[in-house]
């Protein structure tokens, strides 16, 4: 019986990491609504809405993007340079860190802190 609840630990654990431990490009978003991930594409356009909030939009612009990255404003000051800074990652490949979620048919990470965005 050990063994069985050993195995089925093993099971999870491994099940948790994998899912954040092996990034997928920004294309394959969608099939994985609803799990932590690591993932990469290049921002094709930065937009900051008049309320403070930045949206990073992957392989297209809104509203024909493949992937976003939500940032609202109350997380904006968090990040070195606030908006202009994330601006200037229009046309870099990004990875995106964090629980992909649907919005409006789309794919979507809401970024709350500057560890879960890398420029390479």
């Given at each position: 019986?050990?063994f069985?609840?050993?195995?089925?630990?093993?099971?999870?654990?491994?099940?948790?990491?994998?899912?954040?431990?092996?990034?997928?490009?920004v294309?394959?978003?969608?099939?994985?609504v609803?799990?932590?991930?690591i993932?990469?594409?290049?921002?094709?356009?930065?937009y900051?809405?008049?309320?403070?909030?930045?949206?990073?939009?992957?392989?297209?612009?809104?509203?024909?993007q493949v992937?976003?990255?939500t940032?609202?404003?109350?997380?904006?000051?968090?990040f070195?340079?606030?908006?202009?800074?994330?601006?200037?990652?229009?046309?870099?490949?990004?990875?995106i860190?964090?629980?992909?979620?649907?919005?409006k048919?789309?794919?979507?990470?809401i970024?709350?802190?500057?560890?879960?965005?890398?420029?390479?």
């Amino acid at each position: 019986m050990k063994f069985i609840q050993k195995s089925l630990l093993w099971a999870v654990l491994f099940g948790a990491f994998t899912s954040i431990a092996f990034g997928f490009p920004v294309s394959e978003a969608a099939k994985h609504v609803g799990e932590s991930g690591i993932v990469t594409g290049t921002v094709s356009q930065v937009y900051v809405s008049k309320s403070g909030n930045v949206f990073l939009n992957f392989d297209g612009s809104y509203p024909n993007q493949v992937f976003s990255a939500t940032i609202f404003k109350d997380h904006v000051s968090q990040f070195p340079g606030g908006a202009k800074d994330l601006q200037a990652m229009e046309g870099k490949e990004v990875t995106i860190t964090g629980k992909i979620k649907e919005y409006k048919g789309k794919p979507e990470i809401i970024v709350s802190e500057p560890s879960q965005i890398q420029v390479k």
